[in-house]
């Protein structure tokens, strides 16, 4: 099949494209009811999005999902999104922005291929198993003929795997190096293995920062699948609500999406709370993997020491272990985490500008960005809580 053969359709909703044929690309591994490798770009979980009114008018998420068609068949789709601002995306482009309109630039709307308001690494162009580089060649090209065709600024792919960056940049895009925090499983048995990996001073304080939290006066609990209750998401809601206020200023999801979440989520979900005196007073939400384990929100109502640190990263850590699942991914930034066990990781973006100077600029930056975030790892990696023989062997 040659790539003039390619089809491309925008589809501004996913009740237009079936669950069958988006999962087929997205997550052909859970045909036969196993889990998905992305949480994130099963049909479900971005129909959610949708249907709570999360993306879509008013939010700066605008749905304008890739189809790839081949003589009736499709080789692919996309999660793309017009957008008038950079909120939600977690790879920071906003001095791009800043300086594009003072130069007398539009840089809104841009196309954005991602999930909104999740910063995991995964496929960002979700293409038939039969039809893996046909489809990932349309989409790309698609995608830039579209930000062409309608004269726009810019196109994102955020959180990308590093297969696809490397096919984008054979395409022209430009390759953006980021990074996030992970923390890797090494075949243990329980988190006292983990521990026995770390220097003697750093596994005394992570003892002292559990015992700590797990005194606050109540009990913690793990909620999955049918243990998951409407009453725990109305708790959560509470939470989330504050975080997002005091971060975003407004929180990016509504409460309808955890309603959703509730009835088709449910089994792709991890709710860790805190207990006290009847209420639950603090939350962290993680969402499962196949091999992977994604903490996303966080939030509470009363402040206890290092529950923060028990929820987010070490009850991650157990349910991780528990699980048999290779990484912890807990989201964007904080170095706070690399004493807890979480490594400097490399994350991906690809990006395709269409003022050629614009792209010149862009281009230059992101080689000297890229050095400096390849530096910055090698640092806090030797700075890491591991043994030194440990760290030597992970690398």
């Not at 925008?10 to 045909?31: H, K, M, N, R, T």
């Not at 971005?46 to 249907?51: F, G, H, P, W």
Request: hydrophobic share 35%; glycine share 10%; with cysteine.
């Amino acid at each position: 099949m040659s790539e003039q053969e390619i089809e491309i359709r925008v589809v501004p909703s996913l009740s237009e494209i079936g669950q069958a044929d988006w999962d087929a690309c997205a997550c052909p591994e859970a045909a036969g009811g196993g889990r998905p490798q992305d949480p994130f770009t099963t049909y479900r979980f971005l129909k959610a999005l949708e249907d709570s009114n999360s993306v879509g008018p008013g939010t700066g998420w605008q749905p304008q999902y890739l189809q790839a068609v081949v003589d009736g068949q499709t080789v692919g789709f996309a999660p793309m999104y017009a957008k008038n601002h950079s909120q939600g995306e977690y790879i920071f482009d906003h001095n791009w922005a800043h300086a594009y309109e003072r130069a007398g630039g539009r840089y809104y709307p841009k196309l954005q291929i991602a999930v909104p308001h999740t910063p995991a690494t995964g496929r960002r162009f979700l293409t038939h198993p039969d039809f893996p580089e046909l489809g990932m060649r349309g989409l790309i090209s698609g995608a830039v003929q579209l930000g062409e065709n309608n004269k726009l600024s810019s196109l994102h792919v955020t959180f990308c795997t590093e297969t696809e960056r490397d096919f984008g940049a054979d395409l022209g895009l430009m390759a953006r190096t980021t990074q996030q925090f992970h923390w890797l499983n090494d075949d243990y048995g329980t988190f006292d293995d983990f521990l026995a990996t770390l220097s003697s001073r750093k596994r005394k304080n992570i003892r002292k920062e559990r015992a700590r939290a797990q005194d606050f006066g109540g009990d913690i609990h793990v909620f999955t699948g049918d243990d998951l209750r409407p009453e725990h998401w109305d708790a959560f809601w509470h939470f989330y609500q504050d975080t997002g206020a005091r971060k975003w200023g407004t929180p990016y999801l509504t409460r309808r999406f955890f309603d959703i979440a509730h009835e088709t989520l449910a089994d792709d979900m991890a709710l860790v709370l805190a207990e006290r005196d009847g209420r639950y007073v603090a939350g962290a939400l993680n969402f499962i993997g196949a091999s992977a384990l994604y903490g996303r929100y966080w939030g509470c109502s009363e402040h206890h020491p290092c529950l923060h640190f028990e929820l987010c990263y070490y009850q991650a850590i157990d349910i991780a272990i528990q699980h048999g699942l290779d990484r912890v991914e807990a989201g964007a930034q904080g170095e706070h985490k690399l004493a807890r066990g979480y490594l400097p990781t490399q994350t991906h973006s690809l990006h395709w500008v269409g003022d050629p100077g614009f792209a010149d600029a862009i281009a230059r930056y992101l080689e000297a960005e890229r050095e400096a975030v390849e530096e910055e790892i090698e640092i806090l990696t030797d700075y890491g809580p591991f043994k030194k023989v440990q760290i030597e062997e992970q690398e």
